[in-house]
Every structure is written in structure tokens, then in C-alpha cells.
T-cell receptor
Framework: DTGVSQDPRHKITKRGQNVTFRCDPISEHNRLYWYRQTLGQGPEFLTYFQNEAQLEKSRLLSDRFSAERPKGSFSTLEIQRTEQGDSAMYLC?????????????FGPGTRLTVL | EDQVTQSPEALRLQEGESSSLNCSYTVSGLRGLFWYRQDPGKGPEFLFTLYSAGEEKEKERLKATLTKKESFLHITAPKPEDSATYLCAVHSGGSNYKLTFGKGTLLTVNP
């Protein structure tokens, strides 16, 4: 079990550029989540996949954000036309469906800085 | 809407000085309450899941308890390596599978 991995770990970009992050979940996990965390705050939910289906999106996820999980394996989160307010840690988590609730295991995160 | 409030925001302890962190919550049908530990610049690390009032879980120097309105994370005889931010999160019946987190408690244990 290698855990959840994310790439890149750090990304610095200029305002207006597009960025894409990748998440590889724990291999047998069928659920995958994206969260965003800013300094001094807890993680905030962005979106959730069960296998390849995107089942829930937060209102935080504006039209500039898009997430995919092709074939129910890795996932990508793309931010178009980045803004300084997008600067944050982007966290990916995965879980195995186990009944009334799952335990979500988090990756190390991708730190985005928009200049 | 689910709400999670953690207190205190920051706690400074001497090594060996036991204390408790609080997590109060308002949810529509609790399915699970989670405690995570987060070190600077890293992702949250899972500690415990609590499902119903009266439940307790222990791991080394940490013990988590749950009532109908709040959870406590008790730290017994802490060591400097216990220094981290401790996050509380809830999964409620009205929220599919997303977690709602509190802002965390920053714990510093001085040698």
C-alpha cells in the first residue's frame, strides 16, 4: 500500500495561466475526493467521484475548475485562468466504500501559488 | 448546513502535561466523526473514526471520545513529537460522502 500520491507537490504560476494537478489514489479505493485548504483553515470539499462518475460538486468549484477521473483510476483537477485567490493547498483523498461512512486517506497535497 | 468548531485555536503544553482538545458539531444525522493530525506542509493523517455517542478510541497517548454534541481528543503525557495541528471532521447524512472540517487546533509541546 503506497498511499495517495499527488503531483506536482508545488506549482507556481502567473495569473491567467492554466494548471493541472494529478492524484493517484490507493489502488483498491473506489472513491476519490478533492479538497482545498488555505492557511489557518481546515480543508474544504470541492468534488467527489465514485469510480469514474463525478457525483457531487461544491459551489466553491467555479466554472474555471474541472475535475476528471477517467476509468475510475487517477484523477486530474484543472484550473483555468488562475486568479490570486486560487492560491492554496489542493488535497486529494481516497476511500473504499464500507457502509454508512468511509475513512478518507489524504495525499501530501499540491501547493499552488498564483503570482 | 453542517458546522464544526474546534477549541482552543492553539494550545501550548509542557512535555508530560496532559490536556484535551474540543470539537463541537452541528449536523443533520451524524454518520461519523473523524480526527486527523496534520504536520506543516503535509496532508492530514487519519487518527480515529467515532460513530456514536459514548464511543471511545485510543492510540498511544491519544484518546478520542464522542457525545451527541461534541468530541474530545485527550492527550496524555504528550511529547514534543505530538506537536501538530489536530483536525476534526464530520460526515453527516445530508452530505453524501464529503467531510466538513473544523479549523483545527495547533498543538505545541515544549521539551
Amino acid at each position: 500500500d503506497t498511499g495517495v500520491s499527488q503531483d506536482p507537490r508545488h506549482k507556481i504560476t502567473k495569473r491567467g495561466q492554466n494548471v493541472t494537478f494529478r492524484c493517484d489514489p490507493i489502488s483498491e479505493h473506489n472513491r476519490l475526493y478533492w479538497y482545498r485548504q488555505t492557511l489557518g483553515q481546515g480543508p474544504e470539499f470541492l468534488t467527489y467521484f465514485q469510480n469514474e462518475a463525478q457525483l457531487e460538486k461544491s459551489r466553491l468549484l467555479s466554472d474555471r475548475f474541472s475535475a476528471e477521473r477517467p476509468k475510475g483510476s487517477f484523477s486530474t483537477l484543472e484550473i483555468q485562468r488562475t486568479e490570486q485567490g486560487d492560491s492554496a493547498m489542493y488535497l486529494c483523498a481516497s476511500s473504499l466504500s464500507q457502509g454508512v461512512t468511509d475513512t478518507q486517506y489524504f495525499g501530501p497535497g499540491t501547493r499552488l501559488t498564483v503570482l | 448546513e453542517d458546522q464544526v468548531t474546534q477549541s482552543p485555536e492553539a494550545l501550548r503544553l509542557q512535555e508530560g502535561e496532559s490536556s484535551s482538545l474540543n470539537c463541537s458539531y452541528t449536523v443533520s444525522g451524524l454518520r461519523g466523526l473523524f480526527w486527523y493530525r496534520q504536520d506543516p506542509g503535509k496532508g492530514p493523517e487519519f487518527l480515529f473514526t467515532l460513530y456514536s455517542a459514548g464511543e471511545e478510541k485510543e492510540k498511544e497517548r491519544l484518546k478520542a471520545t464522542l457525545t451527541k454534541k461534541e468530541s474530545f481528543l485527550h492527550i496524555t503525557a504528550p511529547k514534543p513529537e505530538d506537536s501538530a495541528t489536530y483536525l476534526c471532521a464530520v460526515h453527516s447524512g445530508g452530505s453524501n460522502y464529503k467531510l466538513t472540517f473544523g479549523k483545527g487546533t495547533l498543538l505545541t509541546v515544549n521539551p
